[in-house]
């Protein structure tokens, strides 16, 4: 692979917005790595294994993605890949302030690493990790948001009926 892009998060769990972010950055980059944090500090919905093998399935059909867990600091996993872009996806301004903040100190503790910022596509700006847990956890229907694999877990996960 030329040019990668470490896309990071917890994806607790991927949605249909981390997809579309995924195939637009590689319409610039020659792979993308997408990078789930396993922070034992934050409390997951998804187990780290889970989240991998869900996003390894969603993903599947889309050539130069490889998917990977990183416990360590981002600029460290980063430099270990070989990257040279952390790539982020921005929802609203509220996304971009904490953003913001990340990739300055990321820049500070690696100056060659630079963080490029994807508007999230029109259709998923309303969708976060977070509302579809909390819609699913109250037994409304996620199809259409999320993977049909994440949509499977999450009705086993809450212990909802599959919708007709």
Do not use: C, W
Not at 50 to 70: G, H, N, T, W, Y
Not at 124 to 140: D, M, N, P, Q
């Amino acid at each position: 692979m030329g040019r990668i892009a470490v896309y990071p998060g917890a994806f607790d769990p991927i949605t249909n917005g981390h997809v579309d972010i995924i195939e637009r950055g590689l319409e610039i980059f020659d792979g993308v790595i997408v990078a789930i944090a396993d922070n034992a500090q934050k409390k997951s919905l998804f187990t780290i294994d889970e989240r991998v093998e869900m996003a390894k399935i969603a993903l599947q059909d889309i050539p130069d993605v490889v998917v990977e867990s990183f416990s360590s600091l981002l600029v460290d996993y980063v430099e270990k890949t070989n990257a040279s872009v952390i790539l982020r996806g921005l929802r609203a301004t509220s996304d971009f302030e904490y953003e913001f903040h990340m990739a300055h100190m990321n820049k500070s503790l690696n100056r060659n690493l630079d963080t490029l910022f994807m508007m999230t596509g029109r259709d998923f700006f309303f969708i976060s990790s977070r509302t579809i847990k909390e819609v699913a956890s109250l037994g409304g229907d996620v199809n259409g948001f999320v993977p049909d694999i994440v949509a499977e877990r999450l009705q086993k996960k809450f212990k909802i009926r599959p919708s007709k």
